[in-house]
């Protein structure tokens, strides 16, 4: 689709930074993890600055828990259904480096995992407080006029769409 004629005076932007994600005009997010994966990158020189100055594996493995992986995860509910398997791989990559680094460990969650656990954890809040600033997005309850078993989500669901928050985390509750 080709863009809108331009305003004189208002200049195009290809991108734009908003709250901290870089939101691109084909909404593929992918500039956003090129710069997430960059600065954590440079987090964990910094945690080998850090262990050869004598600080504790223990307390790395929180630093990098602290700083890096709430990096990893700020706001990913907006943007983990757009991501494409370069942008995906590219975490996963960062996450192999610091498990080789010991930073984090073996057995630690992929960062497809960390992303959809981190999705499971702000849709059960919604769902549970109706006082949620959410709660309002969820569609409305499902009203039946018989006596059927009870569903497990009981909401009318829209059309389905991976990439939005909401319609995946519906689609995957009533699976």
Same mark, same amino acid.
């Given at each position: 689709?080709?863009?809108?004629?331009?305003?004189?005076?208002? =200049?195009?932007?290809?991108?734009? *930074?908003?709250?901290? /994600?870089?939101?691109? #005009?084909?909404?593929?997010? %992918? =500039?956003?993890?090129? +710069?997430?994966?960059?600065?954590? $990158?440079?987090? &964990?020189?910094? !945690?080998?600055?850090?262990? +050869?100055?004598?600080?504790?594996?223990?307390? &790395?493995?929180?630093?990098?828990?602290?700083?890096? &992986?709430?990096?990893?995860?700020?706001?990913?509910?907006?943007?983990?259904?757009?991501? %494409?398997? #370069?942008?995906?791989? !590219?975490? =996963?990559? !960062? &996450?192999?480096?610091?498990?080789?680094?010991?930073?984090?460990?073996?057995?630690?969650?992929?960062?497809?995992?960390?992303?959809?656990?981190?999705?499971?954890? !702000?849709? @059960?809040?919604?769902?549970? $407080?109706?006082?949620? /600033?959410?709660?309002?997005?969820?569609?409305?309850?499902?009203?039946?006029?018989?006596?059927?078993?009870?569903?497990?989500?009981?909401?009318?669901?829209? =059309? *389905?769409? $991976?990439? @939005?928050?909401? $319609?995946?985390?519906?689609?995957?509750?009533?699976?």
């Amino acid at each position: 689709m080709p863009d809108p004629p331009a305003h004189p005076g208002i =200049e195009r932007a290809s991108s734009i *930074k908003i709250l901290g /994600i870089i939101i691109d #005009s084909k909404l593929k997010f %992918h =500039e956003n993890t090129t +710069q997430t994966v960059s600065t954590c $990158n440079r987090s &964990l020189y910094a !945690l080998r600055i850090l262990r +050869q100055q004598g600080l504790s594996e223990a307390m &790395l493995r929180q630093v990098f828990k602290d700083i890096v &992986l709430s990096k990893l995860l700020y706001a990913s509910q907006a943007w983990f259904g757009f991501l %494409h398997k #370069s942008s995906l791989d !590219l975490y =996963e990559t !960062l &996450l192999r480096r610091a498990k080789r680094f010991g930073h984090y460990g073996p057995t630690e969650p992929s960062a497809e995992e960390l992303f959809t656990d981190a999705d499971s954890k !702000l849709f @059960n809040k919604v769902q549970i $407080n109706e006082y949620h /600033i959410l709660h309002t997005q969820l569609p409305s309850k499902k009203v039946t006029h018989y006596n059927l078993r009870p569903k497990s989500l009981g909401r009318l669901l829209p =059309e *389905k769409d $991976n990439r @939005n928050f909401f $319609n995946r985390m519906l689609y995957l509750s009533i699976y």
